[in-house]
């Protein structure tokens, strides 16, 4: 059997996503099933009634010391699959055609125990991550990834715990690290492809902030990663670096034209959008490190 798992809190979106997987279900010759775990109090029940003869819905309480439950959901999902075989998707998400087949073909001939496809911009949504999608899968094996697009066997999970609840963001990346450092490859497959609505730009910079934060947390937990952060993750340092030398521009007047390099590099992405953007993760950073 083949488990999609899908967390939600408030996402409408989940709608046209739940309607985009079930229509996957008719290329697959395996049973299949839609796992969702919601925290969104019945707010979302009307979706829930359109779709309950597909759907197993697990109504989530939140914690009350608790704003972000994200890994305490995806945790609860794979626990209730049924499948040998577990996919994510993101609540929100639009499935390409053939995406499902794509991701779990890996897994399904035996080859691979771990996937991750590939995550675009929704048409007419902002594209500023999509670069960055297609280079990272051009690699065979991934060091890292997030979960909007992920599948794997569920004695893997097993094997490494499932998902890390002391994180609020980025426990799907303390995930895929835990993985390789336990030997399980994350196969790369660009044709399995979903696509993300990434929302208003307050949304994305605030994405990018949690992001940021979440960053400099699992460096403090992953230690061993300091080693090659320069070379690895050349972001996570250069612009928190650029942030905390930015009182150098009272004796430097030209300091802050160092972003000039990043700007050309990125002209073909919106160099402004991008360095903003990149900033803000870099304060995210310094904040994580500064407050904890």
């Known amino acids: 059997m083949i488990s999609v798992v899908i967390v939600s809190k408030d996402e409408r979106g989940i709608d046209t996503t739940l309607t985009d997987v079930a229509e996957q279900f008719n290329a697959l010759a395996e049973d299949c099933e839609i796992v969702v775990v919601d925290a969104s109090a019945g707010r979302l ?47 929100g998400c639009r499935a390409d055609p053939g995406w499902l087949p794509a991701i779990v ?29 297609r280079t990272s899968l051009r690699a065979p094996y991934l060091a890292e990834c997030g979960a909007g697009n992920l599948a794997f066997r569920r004695d893997v999970f097993d094997a490494v715990g499932g998902f890390d609840e002391n994180f609020a963001y980025g426990s799907d990346v303390d995930f895929t690290w835990r993985l390789n450092a336990s030997g399980f490859k ?47 993750d050349p972001m996570a340092v250069a612009y928190p670096l650029f942030l905390v030398g930015l009182p150098l521009t009272v004796l430097f007047p030209f300091y802050p034209a160092l972003l000039l ?25 310094l904040v994580e490190l500064v407050t904890r």
């Open 45 to 91: 029940d009307d979706i829930w009634d359109r779709h309950k003869d597909k759907v197993r819905w697990i109504d989530f309480t939140q914690p009350s010391d608790l704003r972000v439950t994200i890994p305490h959901q995806r945790n609860v999902g794979v626990r209730a699959a049924l499948g040998d075989i577990v996919v994510f998707t993101d609540a």
């Open 105 to 133: 073909a890996p897994i399904r001939y035996g080859t691979e125990q771990v996937t991750a496809g590939l995550t675009l911009a929704l048409e007419g949504s902002n594209t500023l991550y999509d670069e960055g999608a």
């Open 186 to 232: 994350i196969a790369s497959v660009p044709g399995a492809v979903n696509r993300h609505d990434w929302g208003s730009k307050r949304r994305r910079l605030r994405r990018s902030y949690v992001y940021g934060k979440a960053r400099a947390r699992l460096y403090r937990k992953h230690r061993v990663g300091l080693i090659e952060i320069a070379r690895r």
């Open 261 to 285: 390099i990043p700007a050309w590099r990125n002209r073909s992405n919106g160099a402004v959008r991008v360095l903003i953007d990149h900033l803000v993760y870099g304060s995210g950073i």
